[in-house]
């Protein structure tokens, strides 16, 4: 032992760490699980009820079910999840919703980053199917998946565009996210 610093170097040697105490490491770690197991925000907001999204207009997804929430990140009253105070770094969101027998040219679902779109309706990372005709598609499920390098107070909600020329309806939507740390 030198100073504050110990070096262990035998094989079969049990240490315990008190609270307070910092470990670096130089060797191989074993047996801490992974960065997700350990994770300390991740959340699920849901809907399972109708909603219906105006003609050519962009919708927020009402998501008034807390699924679960990991670090108090979820708001379900408003339908958005907040990258909490020493959390800036890479989140992992998905994004989904289901189409209710929809007849529009496109439905589109995209993420909002503190209110404002990122990513609009031609290109980014949406999730989008397109028809023409009038069969239309009962039950389709579409998802969006995004790496965001978000910071401290910003918040994400999701959002569906269709164009059939009325309104339409979806269902079961969802936004989900896991932090995965600093970058």
């Given at each position: ?34 960065e997700f197991a350990?994770?300390?925000?991740t959340a699920r ?24 929430d990991k670090g ?112």
């Amino acid at each position: 032992q030198s100073g504050s610093s110990i070096t262990i170097g035998e094989s079969g040697t049990t240490v315990s760490i008190p609270s307070g105490a910092t470990i670096t490491n130089s060797g191989t770690a074993t047996g801490f699980g992974s960065e997700f197991a350990v994770t300390q925000y991740t959340a699920r907001l849901q809907q399972a009820a109708s909603q219906s999204l105006s003609n050519a207009s962009w919708t927020k997804l009402t998501l008034g079910t807390q699924v679960f929430d990991k670090g108090s990140i979820a708001d379900e009253s408003n339908s958005k999840i907040t990258i909490p105070s020493g959390a800036g770094g890479l989140w992992l969101f998905r994004g989904v919703t289901r189409g209710d027998d929809i007849r529009a040219n496109r439905l589109i679902i995209s993420f909002y980053k503190n209110g404002s779109t990122m990513d609009g309706t031609t290109a980014g990372d949406t999730g989008e199917i397109s028809t023409k005709g009038s069969d239309g598609y009962t039950g389709a499920v579409m998802s969006t998946f995004g790496y965001l390098n978000l910071s401290a107070s910003d918040y994400i909600e999701l959002y569906a565009y269709q164009n059939e020329g009325g309104s339409e309806n979806v269902s079961q939507s969802s936004l989900n996210c896991v932090y995965l740390g600093a970058i």
